[in-house]
T-cell receptor
Framework: DTAVSQTPKYLVTQMGNDKSIKCEQN?????MYWYKQDSKKFLKIMFS???????INETVPNRFSPKSPDKAHLNLHINSLELGDSAVYFC??????????????FGPGTRLTVL | GNSVTQMEGPVTLSEEAFLTINCTYT??????LFWYVQYPGEGLQLLLK?????DKGSNKGFEATYRKETTSFHLEKGSVQVSDSAVYFC???????????FGRGTSLIVHP
């Protein structure tokens, strides 16, 4: 069983469109995250979500919004896509992100290409 | 705020060479320190971690020691293999923060 799964694996779309990426974890973890990885492999945290509390990286544009229907799911919705949004997006989870010793489990990534 | 600095890559080595990837950090309090590895086309996975000063994390022949006095967590391996070719990320988490801090990643290329 995959611990953290994401769909789709690849997403190609036009500028200006709205798209969503889904993430599910079956580990029973309390904290979930979204990251953006650019072409130089730089990893930027976008959101952290713990027990319905959202912690936002203030540099993330408000076109990006996380949505959590339940503890096992954290979806990423992106409005008005721009060329600069092209990247690989990773979902991750942690048993309790507030406990410093807990590691994160990452999904396989979604490669988003905006044309 | 917290920060993690890793040596820039790529690091290119021959098989069986000794590996060191440097990582230094700044953080408030007493963070936990991690090394993650990302193989091509995959997500990150935990390689090792240390949760307090002087702890040594180890896995798959890799080691790193949490040095509070030098604020460092350097990754080492005595003899690398071609299969170790990947990107390595140093990271820290401070208790209660919910926002992990990652370094920029170091690409390792191992030639036969």
């Amino acid at each position: 069983d995959t611990a953290v799964s994401q769909t789709p694996k690849y997403l190609v779309t036009q500028m200006g469109n709205d798209k969503s990426i889904k993430c599910e974890q079956n580990l029973g973890h309390d904290t979930m995250y979204w990251y953006k990885q650019d072409s130089k492999k730089f990893l930027k945290i976008m959101f952290s979500y713990n027990n319905k509390e959202l912690i936002i990286n203030e540099t993330v544009p408000n076109r990006f919004s996380p949505k959590s229907p339940d503890k096992a799911h954290l979806n990423l919705h992106i409005n008005s896509l721009e060329l600069g949004d092209s990247a690989v997006y990773f979902c991750a989870s942690s048993q309790d992100g507030g406990v410093s010793g807990n590691e994160q489990f990452f999904g396989p990534g979604t490669r988003l290409t905006v044309l | 705020g917290n920060s993690v600095t890793q040596m820039e890559g790529p690091v290119t080595l021959s098989e069986e060479a000794f590996l060191t990837i440097n990582c230094t950090y700044t953080a408030t309090g007493y963070p936990s320190l991690f090394w993650y590895v990302q193989y091509p086309g995959e997500g990150l996975q935990l390689l090792l971690k240390a949760t307090k000063a002087d702890d040594k994390g180890s896995n798959k022949g890799f080691e790193a020691t949490y040095r509070k006095e030098t604020t460092s967590f350097h990754l080492e391996k005595g003899s690398v293999q071609v299969s170790d070719s990947a990107v390595y990320f140093c990271a820290l988490v401070s208790g209660g923060s919910y926002i992990p801090t990652f370094g920029r990643g170091t690409s390792l290329i191992v030639h036969p």
